[in-house]
């Protein structure tokens, strides 16, 4: 069965479709919730869904830079933005930034039943497409030590612009689940934290090495699109701010 993460700031909406998803639409399942965007991001990190459902208004982290992190991140992870903001701003940058569809609150079901219904149907066709490719892939595709070795350069090469898993699979040649089953780094680290490395080690020297430099400049110089992400990024990594860092140091 699909599994589904709530996102969702309000108690009450975040409960209500964490018991509700299954009987609204009976190919879903909730299988996590999350009170914002940081928190979601980090479950994201150790868990892998189908779909985010996530409202666009939140403390810390809100739905749209969500989106960013799931774009970058988890690219077949559909999202669906529920929003009590009936702003066509907000709706206009939620498409562009690729979700499956946008609801606004009140909630109706018939609509997001309609959704979800779409999402199953499309989530069998891609599995069902992976399944052969990854077939085709073990069969004749080169061994898994070169692919790797050749991922890890392309990423090395790239890794300051934004990147997804998709991107660098679509360069190799192969899918993006298979890549993601077969990478890890020199430290057994997972395309994820691999690239999160390399862009925190980047950022850490760019920032001492130029005190002028906006922290935002430098979030965009080493691949993130949202800078409030970054200094969330950042300060998980190091323990401390940009800003902190860049007054400490590294060696302090």
Same mark, same amino acid.
């Given at each position: /069965?699909?599994?589904?993460?709530?996102?969702?700031?309000?108690?009450?909406?975040? !409960?209500?479709?964490?018991?509700?998803?299954?009987?609204?639409?009976?190919?879903?399942?909730?299988?996590? +919730?999350?009170?914002?965007?940081?928190?979601?991001?980090?479950?994201?990190?150790?868990?892998? %869904?189908?779909? #985010?459902?996530?409202?666009?208004?939140?403390?810390? +982290?809100?739905?749209? !830079?969500?989106?960013?992190?799931?774009?970058?991140? +988890?690219?077949?992870?559909? #999202?669906?933005?529920?929003?009590?903001?009936? $702003?066509?701003?907000?709706?206009?940058?939620?498409?562009?930034?690729? #979700?499956?569809?946008?609801?606004? @609150?009140?909630?109706?079901?018939?609509? &997001?039943?309609? =959704?979800?219904?779409?999402?199953?149907?499309? &989530?069998? /066709?891609?599995?069902?497409?992976?399944?052969? !490719? =990854?077939?085709?892939?073990?069969? +004749?595709?080169?061994?898994?030590?070169?692919?790797? $070795?050749?991922?890890?350069? %392309?990423?090395? !090469?790239?890794?300051?612009?934004?990147?997804?898993?998709?991107?660098?699979?679509?360069? &190799?040649?192969?899918?993006?689940?298979?890549?993601?089953?077969?990478?890890?780094?020199?430290?057994? $680290?997972?395309?994820? @934290?691999?690239?999160?490395?390399?862009? /925190?080690?980047?950022?850490?020297?760019?920032?001492?090495?130029?005190?002028?430099?906006?922290?935002?400049? =430098?979030?965009?110089?080493?691949? %993130? *699109?949202? *800078?409030?992400? %970054?200094?969330?990024?950042?300060?998980?990594?190091?323990?401390?701010?940009?800003?902190?860092?860049?007054?400490?140091?590294?060696?302090?």
């Amino acid at each position: /069965m699909p599994k589904a993460l709530i996102v969702e700031d309000e108690p009450l909406m975040r !409960e209500y479709l964490w018991k509700n998803l299954e009987r609204i639409h009976s190919a879903w399942k909730a299988s996590a +919730c999350a009170k914002d965007g940081l928190e979601a991001i980090e479950i994201l990190r150790h868990h892998v %869904f189908d779909l #985010v459902i996530t409202d666009i208004r939140m403390p810390r +982290c809100d739905g749209l !830079e969500l989106v960013s992190y799931i774009n970058e991140n +988890c690219p077949k992870t559909k #999202v669906v933005i529920i929003s009590g903001h009936d $702003e066509f701003e907000y709706a206009r940058s939620a498409l562009q930034k690729g #979700v499956s569809d946008y609801l606004l @609150k009140p909630l109706e079901e018939k609509a &997001l039943n309609s =959704i979800l219904g779409r999402l199953a149907s499309n &989530l069998d /066709m891609t599995m069902d497409d992976d399944v052969d !490719e =990854i077939a085709t892939q073990e069969q +004749c595709s080169e061994p898994p030590s070169l692919l790797i $070795e050749r991922a890890r350069i %392309f990423i090395r !090469e790239n890794y300051t612009n934004p990147l997804t898993l998709n991107d660098v699979a679509q360069a &190799l040649g192969v899918s993006p689940s298979y890549l993601s089953s077969v990478f890890k780094s020199d430290r057994g $680290e997972t395309y994820t @934290k691999y690239i999160l490395r390399l862009r /925190m080690e980047r950022a850490a020297q760019l920032l001492v090495s130029y005190k002028a430099g906006k922290v935002g400049d =430098i979030a965009q110089e080493v691949g %993130f *699109t949202s *800078t409030k992400y %970054f200094d969330s990024a950042f300060k998980k990594y190091f323990g401390m701010t940009p800003n902190e860092y860049r007054q400490i140091g590294p060696n302090n």
